[in-house]
């Protein structure tokens, strides 16, 4: 729905088609297009970059902002909409900085997490399970958002 800037509705459909090709006609098509299919058929998937692609499908989820605005629901369920939105998007930035953290510091597997520094092999962590390992990164990520220490290995 279209809704001009005094609030009266669009009816015209060119005018629509119009205002949707010049906006998010294009967020739309490149979060739509299959590119982890494309690319799985190009490139080996065994690749790191190939994953990265799937954040192009984040671009349907900024729409959240319009689509809780035009609901026709009371202002208290747009206000639990709202919140939900914001821990949802806090969860991902969570989840983006604790994948970026462990691939940097998976490379040279020197990073002791502080709380290992009292065990006998201290670099226990990297063979760990997986979900081990995205659980301590995670922590990690909270630990950095909260202001919490991430030290170099020889500050102990």
């Not at 629901?73 to 939105?85: G, I, Y």
């Amino acid at each position: 729905m279209l809704v001009e800037d005094d609030g009266d509705e669009v009816t015209n459909l060119k005018d629509i088609a119009y205002h949707y090709l010049t906006g998010m006609f294009i967020i739309d098509l490149c979060a739509t297009i299959p590119i982890d299919q494309i690319l799985e058929a190009a490139i080996d998937s065994a690749n790191p970059l190939y994953e990265l692609f799937g954040i192009l499908k984040f671009g349907r989820i900024l729409r959240l902002n319009k689509i809780i605005q035009f609901l026709n629901v009371t202002e208290d369920a747009k206000a639990s909409l709202k919140l939900f939105k914001i821990i949802f998007f806090l969860t991902i930035y969570l989840h983006g900085y604790a994948c970026v953290w462990w691939l940097i510091v998976k490379k040279d597997q020197t990073w002791i997490p502080y709380m290992y520094t009292v065990y006998e092999d201290k670099y226990a962590i990297y063979q760990y399970s997986l979900t081990s390992q995205y659980t301590l990164a995670f922590h990690t990520s909270i630990q950095a958002l909260l202001g919490g220490d991430i030290g170099p290995v020889d500050f102990i």
